[in-house]
């Protein structure tokens, strides 16, 4: 880990057994509530994609909707968010995709990229790829360029990097 993701380490609190057992949960909310830590996680995803001239940053419900707003903002860039079906208030774009155990569904309005929109699509955690791998298919869908893929966290062992081709994938936190 470089410096900046050991001195962030520290936001991140372990919650064993949540949701369900057996699962360890990376609660990001100390590091939320604390503007400096906070705004060093924006600045390094800005950073990194600064040169890239993004048109938008894509958000995915919810959390993404968190660093993906500000990482916009200092881009000098638009901020679409990705919902649950029936949140969005225009025509949307659907995407179904496959769940460990079952399927989910997103969508984004049909308008919310203009052709051909270099995006970077933002989350706070990289687990297993699938949600964000839906939701490149969908910006790709309506005609956007996905240039990147920013995270907090990503959760090597579970290798959602391999769902991505080869899209650059910037975390800035690996466990």
Not at 151 to 166: A, M, N, P, Q, Y
Request: negative net charge.
């Amino acid at each position: 880990m470089t410096s900046t993701a050991l001195e962030l380490t520290q936001y991140i609190r372990d919650i064993p057994d949540f949701p369900k057992p057996g699962i360890l949960f990376k609660d990001i909310t100390p590091l939320l509530a604390n503007h400096q830590a906070f705004n060093q996680v924006v600045d390094a995803m800005a950073d990194h994609y600064r040169s890239r001239d993004i048109s938008a940053v894509v958000g995915i419900e919810s959390r993404g909707f968190i660093f993906g707003a500000p990482l916009a903002l200092r881009l000098g860039a638009g901020f679409v968010p990705v919902r649950k079906p029936g949140k969005l208030p225009f025509t949307t774009e659907r995407l179904e995709y496959a769940l460990e155990y079952g399927t989910d569904a997103l969508e984004i309005h049909i308008d919310a990229v203009v052709p051909p929109g270099r995006i970077v699509i933002c989350d706070d955690l990289l687990a297993t790829g699938g949600t964000v791998a839906a939701t490149k298919q969908l910006v790709e869908k309506i005609g956007g360029e996905v240039v990147g893929l920013a995270f907090l966290i990503e959760l090597t062992f579970l290798d959602g990097r391999s769902k991505l081709g080869d899209t650059d994938v910037f975390s800035l936190i690996r466990y």
